[in-house]
Nanobody, 128 residues
Framework: QVQLVESGGGLVQSGDSLRLSCAVSTSNTFTTYVMGWFRQAPGKEREFVAAINWNGASSDYLDSVKGRFAISRDNGRKMVHLQMNGLGPEDTAVYYC????????????????????WGQGTQVTVSS
């Protein structure tokens, strides 16, 4: 069983930064999992934001967040982070942490259906 708990969301102004964290509880080796961040705005489908492979050497991002967001992982502490800089109102959403044992290849890690485990989400609201 895997449990994911996000934290770090909040209300900020345009141009501000936030750092989201995801704490993972699992009896399996944490490096088994590819980790991802997704977000869902009101009335919209859940969308891919970022993903990172088992050792942090590879990562990928939604085009609109490239250069502003950075995903990282701390395997020793079983945590994943999403540093978000230059936030804008378009980034307002509930942000979800997710984990999958499917390997990091192609673009499969961009799909919601790829991920087996999800956190409860943390709200990020950016005012203009």
């Amino acid at each position: 069983q895997v449990q994911l708990v996000e934290s770090g969301g909040g209300l900020v102004q345009s141009g501000d930064s936030l750092r989201l964290s995801c704490a993972v509880s699992t009896s399996n080796t944490f490096t088994t999992y590819v980790m991802g961040w997704f977000r869902q705005a009101p009335g919209k489908e859940r969308e891919f934001v970022a993903a990172i492979n088992w050792n942090g050497a590879s990562s990928d991002y939604l085009d609109s967040v490239k250069g502003r967001f950075a995903i990282s992982r701390d395997n020793g502490r079983k945590m994943v982070h999403l540093q978000m800089n230059g936030l804008g109102p378009e980034d307002t959403a509930v942000y979800y942490c997710a984990a999958t044992t499917i390997g990091y290849y192609g673009d499969v890690f961009r799909r919601v259906s790829t991920y087996d485990y999800w956190g409860q989400g943390t709200q990020v609201t950016v005012s203009s």
